[in-house]
């Protein structure tokens, strides 16, 4: 079974609906992070959060909220969608960083298409 | 400020030859990691390899090796006797020490692998 995973895979929908894209792990990790990439622009982060109590805001959160639920889970949501937040979305975890290198875990990916 | 720079938008070569992308990054800090991570079309984000700043040891890990030179602030990855299923984006990334929620991805290099 995969170790992040994410639901939906793909999902279209129309300007101004409410979304939610969610991301569950396994892996045990307290960080968890949301990643939008558009082509030619690659991966830019929305959102993170270091344990369940702290949520954190990446460089392109306009129009994003995040709520982390438990451990395991982080959820996106788009509160009014619209065409330009048309991409495909990563949810991330990570281990703990310190005195070993660190590595993210990505999800598969959910594609979002906002009409 | 950090930054991530993947020259080289696009790439074709035919099956069997070595192609190497290259990668150059910039950062103030001493404590730095930097990764690898191959996207095929199926959209997942596939995990190759992280270096820490103070490992500058090239590593080979079967038709795939990377080459970290500090000097040239470049981890260049070379594909050896390249195969079809390499055909991918190959996302270069970098971060600092304890400020993972801070990794900065370049923009990719798609690579098409011809028969």
């Known amino acids: 079974d995969a170790d992040v995973t994410q639901t939906p895979r793909n999902r279209i929908t129309k300007t101004g609906k409410r979304i939610m894209l969610e991301c569950s792990q396994t892996?045990?990790?307290?960080?968890m992070y949301w990643y939008r990439q558009d082509p030619g622009l690659g991966l830019r982060l929305i959102y993170y959060s270091f344990d369940v109590k702290d949520i954190n805001k990446g460089e392109i959160s306009d129009g994003y909220s995040v709520s982390r639920q438990a451990q395991a889970k982080f959820s996106l949501s788009l509160e009014s969608a619209i065409p330009n937040q048309t991409a495909l979305y990563f949810c991330?975890?990570?281990?703990?960083?310190?005195?070993?290198?660190?590595?993210?875990?990505f999800g598969p990916g959910t594609r979002l298409t906002v009409l | 400020a950090q930054k991530v720079t993947q020259a080289q938008t696009e790439i074709s070569v035919v099956e069997k030859e070595d192609v190497t992308l290259d990668c150059v990054y910039e950062t103030r800090d001493t404590t730095y990691y930097l990764f690898w991570y191959k996207q095929p079309p199926s959209g997942e984000l596939v995990f190759l390899i992280r270096?820490?700043?103070?490992?500058?040891q090239n590593e080979i890990s079967g038709r795939y090796s990377w080459n970290f030179q500090k000097s040239t602030s470049s981890f260049n990855f070379t594909i050896t006797a390249s195969q079809v299923v390499d055909s991918a984006v190959y996302f270069c990334a970098l971060s600092e020490k304890n400020r993972d929620d801070k990794i900065i991805f370049g923009k990719g290099t798609r690579l098409h692998i011809l028969p």
């Open positions: 892996k045990g990790h307290d960080r």
């Open positions: 270096r820490n700043s103070f490992d500058e």
């Open positions: 991330a975890t990570s281990d703990t960083p310190g005195l070993a290198t660190p590595q993210k875990f």
